[in-house]
């Protein structure tokens, strides 16, 4: 089947049709002369910044199952026939792309060294528009484990140097979270002393994402931190990519004996992240016995979370559901669907809780909210499941207030009415019954 995009653009507008063709992957990232029709017909910087994306995510997400070679001719062919307004958009990828060809174990050093050093003389709108500071990053990792570590530090500082000059002049969430890479690499195989480890480990601490929010807010980062954990760092540094540093900062200020900011950084770690509360509570518990633990938790880090919108909404049987109902009790709020499969995935978990509630062993009360959803398709699902929790349907505005990027999304709300985000692909549950014991 031939798809004429020119045909297409008479019938509807340019937006329109971009919105169709800027998910057909399969379409763009296998056909150049169709990947070319499109660049010809639209030429806009969104479809050029969705290119450099869809390449990346083929190479970070999937490189373990796709064809690499095909995928870098396409990319080679796209790169030497592009209109140079394309090109800042994708020559960072090309010159890491070319350099990793066959993985970063490749042993061709100078096409490494020579397209590494070609990177990061590149202007700002190569750096911004391109995203060239995931590739030093990467690129400095690949140099590192052959051996070339003069190199490997000069392009990680060389890197660094410019992701903060980009940061300064426009404060964007990734470069933030590049610079945090960046930092926490720097400090955790280039310093050789105290005082560096500890200007780089806090600054790594403090270019991580402050909020659970913003690291949700941005597709980008969750997909650097997947390449980066699986190729980029841990796959050749042997050590772990995270959202946030802060935990790391906390670990270096306890080993200097600074158990004040090291407290500090352990209760902003937990903020940043719930699953992290088992550290906080065991270093508070092991090196503070003023106030006990609790007390710690409600007069210190709880004020400090965000309180959650109010809302009342009907439940699949018609009755009213309110958040108010709830106050001065822990809640479980989940945002899900019978669309959803991981929040299919899920639901054993959420149907054993409320088993629980219902025989008074969980001190919690559970509200489950269906979104995008129809009341016919939640009542089939949870009677053909058996499930008995009360489902309360969204009203369309309750998931925005929320700021509910994907699902599923849970949130923790305290006894004290503060919010907390139990982030997707962690323990939920493990965090959930360690908060609740309090």
Excluded at 31 to 53: A, C, G, M, R, V
Excluded at 144 to 149: A, L
Excluded at 214 to 221: G, K
């Amino acid at each position: 089947m031939v798809f004429s995009i020119k045909a297409q653009v008479a019938e509807d507008t340019v937006s329109e049709n971009f919105k169709v063709y800027r998910y057909n992957t399969l379409l763009l990232t296998r056909n150049i002369d169709t990947l070319s029709q499109l660049i010809k017909t639209f030429n806009n910087e969104e479809l050029f910044d969705w290119i450099q994306q869809n390449f990346w995510m083929r190479f970070a997400v999937s490189f373990r199952t796709i064809n690499y070679n095909k995928e870098l001719e396409l990319l080679d062919s796209l790169y030497k026939n592009s209109p140079k307004k394309l090109l800042p958009f994708i020559e960072p990828l090309f010159l890491w792309a070319k350099a990793d060809v066959n993985g970063a174990d490749n042993k061709d050093s100078s096409v490494k060294i020579d397209n590494a050093l070609k990177l990061i003389r590149l202007n700002d709108d190569f750096w911004e528009k391109g995203y060239a500071g995931r590739y030093g990053l990467l690129l400095s990792c690949s140099l590192y484990v052959i051996g070339h570590r003069a190199e490997s530090q000069h392009i990680l500082d060389s890197t660094i140097f410019r992701l903060s000059k980009l940061n300064k002049a426009h404060e964007d969430l990734l470069i933030r979270s590049l610079l945090s890479h960046g930092y926490y690499i720097k400090y955790k195989y280039f310093d050789k002393n105290y005082a560096d480890s500890l200007n780089d480990i806090k600054l790594a601490a403090k270019y991580s994402m402050d909020t659970a929010e913003q690291n949700s807010a941005i597709t980008h980062t969750l997909n650097d931190n997947v390449y980066l954990l699986n190729y980029g760092i841990e796959g050749l540094y042997g050590t772990d990519a995270k959202h946030a540093y802060i935990g790391a900062y906390a670990e270096f200020l306890k080993k200097l004996g600074n158990k004040i900011l090291a407290l500090r950084e352990y209760t902003n770690s937990f903020i940043e992240n719930a699953d992290n509360f088992s550290d906080l509570e065991n270093f508070y518990n092991a090196n503070f016995n003023k106030t006990t633990f609790k007390e710690y938790l409600y007069d210190s880090v709880f004020v400090k979370l965000k309180t959650p919108a109010p809302f009342s909404l009907k439940n699949i049987l018609g009755k009213t559901i309110s958040l108010h109902d709830y106050k001065n009790n822990w809640v479980l709020i989940d945002f899900w669907g019978t669309w959803c499969g991981p929040c299919i995935a899920e639901m054993p978990k959420v149907n054993q809780l409320y088993d629980d509630i219902k025989n008074h062993k969980r001190d919690i009360r559970l509200i489950s909210i269906s979104c995008l959803d129809k009341i016919e398709n939640v009542m089939h699902f949870q009677s053909s499941h058996n499930y008995d929790f009360p489902v309360a349907m969204s009203n369309g505005t309750v998931e925005k207030d929320y700021h509910v990027e994907s699902f599923p999304t849970k949130y923790l709300i305290t006894p004290t009415g503060k919010i907390i985000l139990l982030r997707f692909g962690y323990d939920w549950l493990k965090t959930v019954n360690e908060l609740t014991k309090y």
